[in-house]
């Protein structure tokens, strides 16, 4: 492990706990997405990497959404806080538990806006309601269809089922983000050096009705030609 690696650990566990002290603070969901904001904006100017948005005409600037994205990275999140900047597109990121108790991101996920899912209840009413709650308050959901990161050398992994019907049982349009850059292997490079200037590209694509019966996966590989 290099001094370089050792040193963006330490700063980020910094961040991100400095975040989540700040964000325990307040209940008010403009400053909380202001916040998130902030950190993500600022993990990223620490490793040096800036996002590109593609079909930006695409990103709507109000409305609530059933926000779906690929997901290879734990640097994820950050990049689609910061494409949705100049949108008041904001609400609670669907989490698992293991995020929740996590040492390094614990703090700030409890505090930033999430529902937690653990899998291991047999009853996942709660999990519903807590999703309800948050679309009756003018919300939007942000979650990743595959359930975990991708780690192997396709550009996307099966869906969940999950996804699709948070959309149904709360008529949530669907807007689908795809990370088109390997995020993961961007943050690689940049705990290697951190000098190395990066670019991640964010494709926005077609809004998808929530009436719409076709797989979502399937919809989704389609608006990006997968």
Known sequence: MTFNIIKQALYGLYLTNSFGLR?????????????????????????????????????????????V??????????????ALEETEIFGPWISKKELYNSFFFGLFV???????????????SGFFADIKEAVKRGESIFIFPEGTRNKTEESLTTFKEGARIIALKNRLPILP????????????????????????????????????????????RKNFHL
Not at 32 to 60: C, D, F, G, W
Not at 114 to 124: A, C, T, V, Y
């Open 177 to 220: 983000l795809y990370v088109k850059t390997n995020a993961d292997s961007i943050l690689k490079n940049a705990l290697a050096d951190k000098g190395f200037s990066q670019e991640v590209v964010l494709e926005v694509g077609d809004i998808i009705d929530y009436k719409d019966r076709t797989a979502l996966e399937e919809l989704y």
């Open 110 to 124: 409890r505090n930033a806006g999430s529902i937690l899912l653990d899998r291991d209840k047999n009853q996942m």
């Open 23 to 67: 964000l325990s603070r307040t209940d008010d969901p403009k400053e909380i997405k202001r916040l998130r904001h902030a950190y993500s904006a600022t993990q990223l100017e620490m490793l040096n990497i800036t996002v590109k948005i593609e079909n930006r005409e695409k990103l709507p600037k109000i409305g609530q959404y059933l926000v």
């Open 69 to 82: 994205s690929n997901h290879r990275s734990i640097i994820d999140p950050p990049i689609i806080e910061v």
